[in-house]
C-alpha cells in the first residue's frame, strides 16, 4: 500500500522518477509532457479537458497502465465496460453526492479535489465508498502537505496525492516536502525501540525478517539500496562487507501502517548471512530451479546434460515441443503435475539461455493480465489441424488436435534415462504409454456406436461416407463370398507368392495349437470329467486401412479362424474411394475362407459386427488392433450386454522394447525400434541398454536418425522417436525388470547368449530372440501372431492364436457307484450353503438306490 501519489505537474529527470517509483505508482496527467518509462507504475488523470474516447482510454491501459482517473462526466461510458480495478473517480467536494451506487460499485476508488482537509469530510466519503481507496488531492494550496498533515490523512484512511513540484530529495527547501519525510511521516511503532518489523522478499519470496528505522527508510529511499538498522550496531547497509548489497524495486507500508515491506533484488551469496538465499531456509521449486540452471549455464560440466541443452538449440527446442505435448495428453491431477513440471524445466532452460529470470516472466505476466482487449485465443492453424492416430493404422474417425510438426532439420532422437537414478515416480513414469484416457475416448465413440446399433445400414453408410471417405457404398456395405478372382495387374505376383508363403507358415504354426482332443478326468471313482473345444461360430476380424494397407492382419487373425473352424468369418476394413478393397486384403479374406468382407473402418466397423445390422451378421466375438477409435468401441461393446459380443483384448498403439548389451550391432538395434516407430506417431519404442558405452549409445542415435531419414515414413518417426525412451541399465537382471513392468508387446533380445535369457521373460507379447530375429519376420512371415496385447496388458492377455476362436466346453459323467461317493459331500455342501433343492437333486437318486 502506498503512503502518498505523487502527481506529475512538471517535468521531472529519471534519478527523482526512480526515487518516486520505489514508493508506488504516480499520476500522469494525459496531456501533460512528460515522458515516463513503461517500467513506471503510472495512474493515467483524465479530466474534463481530455478529448481521448473510450478505445483510446482502453489503449492505454493496455499498454500497461495500472489504472485511470476518470470524471464523474465520464461514468457512463467506463462503468460496465472498463474492470472496476482499472478504474477511478475523480471528484470534487460539490459533486460527490452525485455519485450513484452503480457508479459506486463500477470504480475502485476515487480520488477528491478538495481546498480544504476535512477529516470529517473524508470519514463520511469513506463510510460511502466502502472501504476503496479515497485519494485526496488537495488544490488551491500554495503551501505543500506538512509530514503531520500526510500523518493526519493517512490516519483517516486516505491516501495524499502530492504534486512533483512539491517534493523534493533535499532537506529544509522551502515551499517543497522531502520524499524521505512524507513517507515516513504516517509510520508507527508499538516496540520500546521505535523500530518497524521490515519483511524483505525477492519476487514475492521472503528472504528474512530485519528491523527499520526513520532513518533507514529515508536512506534506502533516497540511495535505491537495501539499508536496515540493526539492534546492536546501527544502521545497516546491506552487503557492505560481503558484498551482497540488495538493490530497492519498492517499500511499502501495510495497513496498518506500522511494518514495511521492501521487495529487492538481492546479489552476492544470498540475504542469509549462512550464505543462504533465504533466512527461512534454502530455496525450494521454481527458484531453486531458476538458481540452478544460472549455475549450470555458468559451469556446467561438458557432457552433461544441461550443457547439452543449452548448447544445441534444436534438441531443446524438440524438448519443449515434447514435453508440451505430453502435459497436453496428461489427464489424471498426478499426470498433469508431472508432466507440468517437465515442460517447466525445459522452458527455464530456454529462459536461462536467453538470460531471462522469472521475475521477467512475471513482469510479462503482469503486463499481459492489464490488458483490457482480449485476442480470440484461438490457435494458429499449425497448431490446430487435427491428425487421426494410428496404432497399426488408422480409421477415418475423428481425432484431437495433434501437436505442430517437428523441425525437419532437427536430430530424430529419443530420450534417456539412467534407471539407477530414477526415483519411484520417475521409474513409474517410464513404463507409462502415451495414450489417451480410455473413458475419454469411450464418451466420444458412443454416438457413433448408438448410430448404428440403432439406424443400422443407413447410418452405417453415412458413417463410412463421413469417416472414411467412401460415399459410392448405396446398396449394402457387405461383400459376400464367393470373391471375384483377382487378375495380375490387380495383384503384384510376387506380393501374391510372398502372402502364399506367410499363409503356409503362419497356418502351420497355428494348425499345432488347435485344441482337437478331448480331455478326460476320472476325479473319483464312478465320476468322469471332461473338456473339449469347439469352434466360436460367428467371429469378426478387423483389418485396419488408415495409413498403410495390412494384409498381413487378415492373415493373422483369418487362419487361426479357419483353423480352429470357425462357421462364419467376417472381415471389416477401410473400403477405398471407389468402394473397393485392396486386392492384398481381398486375396488374404479368400485365402482364409472368409465368408464376407464389411466396407467400412472405425469405430462404425466394430458397432455393425457387434449388433449386426439389415445385410452385417452379427457376430460372437470381434478381433483385431486398431486406433484407440477402434479400441474405445470394442470395450464399449463387450460391455453391453444387448450386443452379447467378446474381444480378443485391449488394443493400443504398437510398441516395441529391445535390450541391448555391448555385443549389439548398433544398426540391426535402430532398425528395430523404427519398425514399431513407423506405425504411428502414438507408437513407442523402448531400448534398455545393459552396461553399453556411450559411444556404442550414440552409434545407436545416429543409426535411428539416419535410417529414419532414408525411410517412407519419416514424418511419423520425427513424432514417435521423441517420444520414445532409452533406460539405461546395469545388469541382465535389472533390464528384465524393467522390461517385465513394462510389458511390451515386442521384445527383441540383442543379448549375448540370447536364446538362455529367455527364461527370464515373465510379460510379453511375443519374444524375438537374437540379433537375426527382427520383429518385422514375426509380423508378417515366421508363423507367429502379430495381433499381439500393448499397453502392459502383456501381463494379463495373451496374443491372438487359435484356442482364442474357440471355447472349451466342460462335461461330466457320473455312474450309480460314483454318485454314491460324490453325492453326500454335495448333499452337506448345499445344505451349508442354504440351497436345499441342489441337496434334493442328490438325496432324491440316492434313496432311489436303496
Known sequence: MSVFLPLLDGQVDEAFLAVLQRIGPVITPVLGSYHVSGDVSRYILLDHNTSLNLDEIIQTLDQGAEKVIVPLAWAKEVVGVLPASRVLLLLDVNNVSAVSETVRDGVSGVLIKTPALDTDFIASISRFFKGQDIHVFPVDSGAPLSPAKVRELRQAGAIPVIPSSQLTLSEGTVGQINIADAFTAPLVSDRPDGLYPTVVTEDGRSLGLVYSSVAS?????????????SRKHGLWRKGETSGAIQDIRSIKVDCDLDSIEFDVVQHGVGFCHLNRASCFGHQKGLPLLERTLQSRLASAPEGSYTKRLFNDSALLRAKIMEEADELCRAETKEDVAFEAADLIY????????????????ERSLDQKAKKITRRPGNAKPQWASAETSSSKANSSAPAPASAPKPNPDAPIRMRTHVLSDCTPAERAKLLKRPVLNSDAMITQVRPIVDAVRTGGDTALMKLVAQFDRCTVLKDTPILRAPFPELSDPEL??????????AYANVRAF???????TTLKVETMPGVVCSRFARPIARVGLYVPGGTAILPSTALMLGIPAQVAGCKEIVLATPPRADGSISPEVMYCAKLVGASAILRAGGAQAVAALA?????????????????????????????????????DMPAGPSEVLVIADETCNPAFVASDLLSQAEHGVDSQVVLVSVNLPESTISQIEAEVDAQARALPRVDIMRESIPKSIIVKTTSVQEAFAFSNDYAPEHLILHLQDAPSTVSLVQNAGSVFVGPYSPESCGDYASG???????????????GVNTQSFQKHITSQEITVDGLKNVGPVVATLADCEGLGAHANAVRIRLRSMQ
Open 217 to 229: 527508510v529515508r536512506e534506502s529511499i533516497l540511495t535505491g539500496n537495501g539499508v536496515y538498522q
Open 346 to 361: 525445459f522452458a527455464l532452460t530456454k529462459c536461462a539461455a536467453a538470460g531471462v529470470s522469472i521475475a521477467d516472466i
Open 492 to 501: 503384384d505376383p510376387e506380393v501374391r507368392k510372398a502372402i502364399d508363403v
Open 510 to 516: 497355428h494348425a499345432a495349437q488347435a485344441d482337437s
Open 611 to 647: 449388433y449386426g445390422t439389415e445385410t452385417v451378421p452379427k457376430v460372437d466375438k470381434i478381433f483385431g488392433p486398431g486406433n484407440q477409435w477402434v479400441t474405445a468401441a470394442k470395450m464399449l461393446v463387450q460391455n453391453d450386454t444387448d450386443a452379447l459380443v467378446s474381444i
Open 784 to 798: 507367429t501372431n502379430h495381433t499381439l496385447p500393448t499397453n502392459g496388458y502383456a501381463r494379463q492377455f495373451s
